[in-house]
């Protein structure tokens, strides 16, 4: 029975617990969890670093069974240095890749959970950082192969997880039951993947499935540096990248102090139209203050995605292994402009965004050239993005050039579009940015930043063929961006309207559109967001609907404040952590 309308609710259980929990115990924490969620399904884990017998896997899967709960399985690639033995040079316990010891319980366990389950998931540990005397000699002999000079450990490392894909998962786990399904879940730090080894590129070809992970944790206070959005946009990547293969998001509430903090982690993984949300673990959510308030929430996403269609943005290609401006999309996403993030070039989009890591494809620039001529779209290019293809043909689009200097202002020069003036907001706090030299009247700056005699360009445009070329200036502190006034913001969004929709307000909201003229609103918990009112643009509206009301007191059509030609401007309320979904009615 599926409990929920729009997504399957699951959760993870760890193999200590299938392995150690009781009957009793496990009934208990059912109870709890129950009390507040409606579980669809379970992955039941035998493995992490420690096997759970057959009578402890058949006990946990009958319980959840008799509670109406779907159970599959779970791995993860984790071993202990056996007592004895030399430790290796590597975190976390995951695995030496060149040890046949740990090679060959992998396959144990792969082929152990296959006769178990006829469908598996690989938590997100299935990578190699491993750097013990084997491993350098093996990465050096491939290098020497391979004609790799650097003494890097990116191809190797592609290259062997890949092999161990195969040779150590698929094959025994398949030989052991040819029916099971294997899905690798694929971590939050996207940016790191070739790095470690994870292969996206060729795994998608031989996995069943993929899997996304959606934790942002506390951005200050721990090492990873996951913005907010991130939730949302790894899920488009991986929609994209496998379109009708991406089986759901997994979020969890560990390294957070903050309530909302982790309920966005649902939010935004909801928002991007899950076949399932994934809980990680059930033993972090027994007896905890965080699942009632997330059955609650559950309940309220289901109401909202009942009217959502699909996820619409600006496009953001970010090819296979690529790093560069790590997570730059995110910051612009949680500051209001629409973000799907794809491995392919999107020479069909609408509007296009390059990042650094775009750079990665060396087509690019030919790529981007015919994009531009043949399909006069916008493309939105980040100066991380010009530095890197310098000399390589953008000197044929763009009188840009980056030369290596930066400035530091609080003040700016917005143009107004479609008026013959500018605004000239303040900045709360000075930003750093790179200095994108222009040539006047060849290039045309419509939104700068000011130093007492001098200004700056921050969106920068040129007109080539039938489209048009945006250069943005991005801070080398990204999170500068939250310090851009609102005037600026709204300037910027106003270029880039995804579905005829802009936002007119400060940072640190973001704007949701789908592609059945509905859109969600939604500002973020974050220091210094308070309530206020926005204004919401909207091309051929004569009101919004909100087909979702929070209290019956509530007005459920909006009509506009104002138009201006074809645009209906809207004013609405924005309260930290409240989300709220519009139904656009046009003319």
């Known amino acids: 029975m599926r409990h929920y309308r729009n997504f399957l609710l699951t ?118 950082n491993c750097m013990c005397p084997d491993c350098v000699r093996e990465k050096e002999a491939y290098n020497r192969q391979h004609g790799i000079t650097d003494g890097s450990w990116q191809q190797y490392r592609l290259d062997l997880m890949r092999r161990v894909s195969e040779e150590d998962i698929i094959g025994p786990a398949k030989a052991a039951n040819p029916n099971c399904k294997i899905t690798i879940k694929y971590p939050n730090w996207a940016e790191s993947f070739q790095e470690t080894g994870y292969n996206p590129a060729e795994q998608r070809k031989i996995f069943d499935r993929i899997y ?24 488009t990547y991986f929609e994209n990248m496998w379109p009708g293969h991406n089986g759901g998001g997994w979020f969890d509430n560990f390294d957070m102090h903050i309530t909302e903090h982790y309920l966005e982690q649902a939010y935004l993984t909801a928002f991007a139209k899950p076949r399932e949300l994934m809980v990680f673990c059930f033993q972090s959510m027994a007896d905890s203050m965080y699942t009632p308030a997330l059955g609650y929430q559950l309940d309220k996403l289901d109401a909202v995605l009942d009217h959502a269609g699909s996820p ?60 531009l001529r043949e399909t006069g779209g916008d493309a939105i290019v980040t100066t991380g993005f010009m530095e890197a293809v310098q000399g390589q043909g953008m000197e044929g689009l763009t009188s840009v050039r980056l030369r290596g200097r930066r400035v530091t202002a609080d003040a700016y020069r917005v143009e107004e579009k479609n008026r013959h003036g500018c605004l000239y907001p303040a900045g709360v706090k000075p930003i750093t940015l790179p200095v994108a030299e222009f040539r006047n009247n060849a290039t045309w700056a419509v939104v700068k930043a000011a130093h007492d005699e001098e200004s700056y360009g ?104 104002y138009t201006q030609g074809e645009e209906a401007v809207f004013e609405v309320p924005a309260m930290p952590g409240h989300y709220v979904i519009y139904r656009i009615e046009r003319d």
């Not at 993860?76 to 060149?98: H, I, Q, S």
């Not at 209001?336 to 690019?364: H, N, V």
């Not at 802009?502 to 559109?513: D, H, V, Y």
């Open 11 to 128: 959760t993870y259980f760890v193999a200590h617990a299938t392995a150690r929990v009781t009957r009793e115990e496990l009934e208990k924490q059912l109870a709890f969890v129950e009390k507040h969620l409606r579980l669809d399904k379970v992955y039941l884990e035998p493995w992490r670093g420690e096997l759970a017998s057959h009578e402890q896997i058949e006990m946990c899967r009958e319980v959840f069974q008799a509670h109406g709960v779907q159970v599959e399985g779970g791995i993860t690639t984790v071993m202990r240095t056996p007592e004895g033995a030399k430790p290796k040079a590597r975190l976390f316990d995951t695995l030496c890749y060149n040890d046949p010891v740990m090679r060959q319980k992998l396959k144990e366990v792969s082929a152990y959970t296959a006769r178990h389950f006829d469908a598996f998931i690989i938590d997100d540990f299935f990578f190699t």
């Open 212 to 235: 996304t992970g959606t934790e942002t944790r506390d951005p200050v206070t721990t090492d990873q540096h996951l913005p907010r959005y991130l939730s949302y946009s790894l899920m």
């Open 312 to 371: 619409l943005g600006i496009a953001c290609y970010l090819p296979d292994n690529s790093q560069g401006e790590d997570c730059i999309q995110d910051f612009l996403g949680m500051n209001g402009l629409p973000i799907q993030c794809t491995p392919y070039f999107p020479e069909q989009a609408t509007c296009i965004l390059l990042t650094r890591a775009s750079a990665l494809d060396p087509k690019i620039v030919s790529k981007l050239e015919k994009y």
């Open 458 to 561: 921050i969106l920068l445009r040129d007109d080539y063929c039938d489209g048009h070329l945006w250069t943005l200036a991005v801070p080398d502190a990204y999170p500068d961006l939250y310090r851009l006034p609102a005037t600026v913001w709204s300037r910027i969004r106003q270029q880039f309207p995804v579905n005829g929709v802009w936002l007119e307000g400060p940072a640190r909201i973001s704007l949701f559109p789908y592609d059945n003229d509905t859109f969600i609103l939604y500002p973020y918990v974050m220091e210094g967001v308070q309530r206020q009112t926005v204004r919401l643009h909207v091309r051929g509206a004569k009101a919004l609907a909100l087909p979702v009301r929070e209290h019956p007191m509530q007005q459920s059509r909006l009509l506009p404040l």
